[in-house]
């Protein structure tokens, strides 16, 4: 795979846990896949009421093998410090991140100077349109859901970047867009925000209210246009094969 590509698996494979919330049986299954991964980092097994925001990045990381690049570890200090020894840590809280770059927040940040607090909550950042960060993340009001944040925003403790450049071959593979709805005219929530922010990256507009959740006539025909533009069968539903074309 590219880099980019790599990238949108780590991204997509993060966004099939959205809604998991604590104690129900997706939130078990994220904390039983990281147990079941070992070694288990400073032998720290993880239970169903410790707090998982760094056991959620975790574990999305075994599921995309990257853990050689996007360090395991259930506290955001230690993770920070394993990017620290891999050479990968960004302690710039203005730092403008990628798709599948880590943010860590501390919520003591004065929001003056650069901030260099502890670390107390982490999650991978799914994009950046203009200014404005979109990170998905484990633990966020006790659930699997997103956060918007501004670049150089209040809270920003800094940034582990995993190398996906070392892993990458090069080599264009066709992906699958997994956990992703199929989508058509009327349909509301994250997924569709999630496919406007991805016409938006190749050139589409979607005024006047930009990516804004609702699956209207203007949305509908950014997709038929980007269908036609890359060979894709012309129906106005974003499909599998639609989503693949998006995440490129």
Not at 118 to 139: D, F, K, L, Q, W
Not at 149 to 165: E, H, K, M, Q, S
Not at 175 to 183: C, D, K, N, S, V
């Amino acid at each position: 795979m590219t880099e980019l590509q790599l990238r949108q698996r780590y991204v997509s494979i993060a966004q099939t846990h959205e809604g998991a919330r604590e104690g129900d049986a997706r939130h078990k299954s994220i904390i039983d896949m990281y147990n079941a991964n070992p070694p288990l980092p400073r032998g720290v097994r993880m239970s169903y009421t410790m707090a998982w925001c760094a056991a959620y990045q975790s574990t999305c990381a075994i599921q995309a093998d990257i853990t050689d690049v996007a360090p395991k570890e259930v506290s955001c200090g230690r993770m920070i410090e394993l990017y620290i020894q891999l050479g990968r840590w960004q302690e710039k809280d203005c730092h403008r991140p990628q798709p599948g770059d880590t943010l860590f927040y501390d919520w003591d940040d004065s929001g003056v100077g650069d901030n260099t607090g502890a670390p107390e909550h982490v999650g991978i950042v799914v994009s950046v349109i203009g200014s404005a960060v979109r990170v998905i993340e484990g633990n966020i009001s006790k659930k699997v859901g997103y956060r918007s944040i501004a670049v150089n925003g209040r809270y920003i403790r800094g940034y582990g970047l995993p190398d996906f450049a070392a892993k990458a071959d090069g080599k264009q593979e066709q992906l699958i867009a997994i956990g992703r709805a199929t989508l058509r005219q009327g349909a509301t929530g994250s997924d569709v925000r999630y496919m406007q922010e991805r016409l938006i990256a190749h050139g589409y507009r979607m005024s006047p209210h930009g990516a804004d959740g609702s699956f209207g006539s203007i949305t509908l025909a950014a997709v038929t246009a980007f269908q036609r533009a890359n060979g894709l069968a012309v129906t106005g539903i974003c499909d599998p094969a639609t989503w693949a074309a998006l995440e490129c």
